[in-house]
């Protein structure tokens, strides 16, 4: 009798361990997807801030764009934003290390790499620039920290912003802007933006720009 009690009590034991064995995995596997859903959901509101900022330095450029009275010279790129950090070349450094080279952001809206683009890749046709000899050409315009563009901003702005401008392909009267941000765990929006000013005939003089387009690139 004794070595029958003794018996079912080891069952027993070895029933309580699986038990809690399971109960721990079950445990462990609900700590790890609420850690996974938090950092899903910051990943997410640290993406959409950044492509907020990227509408900030938008809208900021446009001050600057609409004020400007020869558009050519913007496509240019003999004119720029009153709001740089200083000359393009070199590397920015944010807040969590990473690194901006602010003078390669032109190549890589052109053609995708890091060094100059030649004359076939820039008029290539590829599903992002679809008109071939029309393509964009971009020019660096505005450029700086977010920080910078807003002051007076109560919370710390980590994010660096930076926008340029192109010929479109829809001819004159039309600029393409391109605005781009980059922020904390290596969050990067781009937007592309078509603007627009038309001359008042009445008065021979040209009208607020105005938006055909916005999109955001992914």
């Not at 080891?10 to 938090?38: E, F, K």
């Not at 001819?171 to 980059?182: D, K, L, N, Q, T």
Request: net charge negative.
């Amino acid at each position: 009798m004794s070595a029958r009690l003794e018996h079912e009590r080891g069952a027993a034991l070895v029933m309580v361990i699986m038990a809690l064995s399971l109960l721990t995995s079950l445990t462990v596997s609900l700590l790890l997807s609420a850690s996974a859903d938090v950092v899903t959901a910051a990943n997410f509101r640290t993406q959409r801030a950044t492509l907020y900022a990227a509408d900030a330095i938008f809208e900021r450029a446009m001050i600057d764009i609409a004020a400007a009275p020869d558009w050519d010279a913007l496509i240019a790129g003999s004119v720029v934003s009153t709001f740089t950090d200083g000359p393009a070349a070199g590397v920015r450094t944010l807040d969590d290390g990473a690194e901006i080279a602010v003078g390669e952001l032109v190549t890589m809206a052109d053609c995708h790499k890091r060094s100059a683009c030649t004359d076939a890749e820039l008029d290539a046709v590829t599903a992002d620039r679809p008109w071939g000899m029309r393509n964009p050409r971009w020019r660096l315009y505005a450029y700086g920290r977010l920080g910078d563009l807003l002051p007076e901003a109560d919370v710390g702005l980590p994010w660096y912003v930076a926008l340029m401008i192109a010929g479109h392909p829809l001819g004159s009267g039309a600029i393409a802007v391109r605005a781009e941000a980059f922020g904390p765990r290596k969050a990067h929006s781009i937007i592309e933006v078509t603007v627009a000013r038309d001359v008042d005939s009445d008065y021979n003089d040209r009208t607020a720009p105005r938006t055909l387009s916005w999109r955001e690139v992914r």
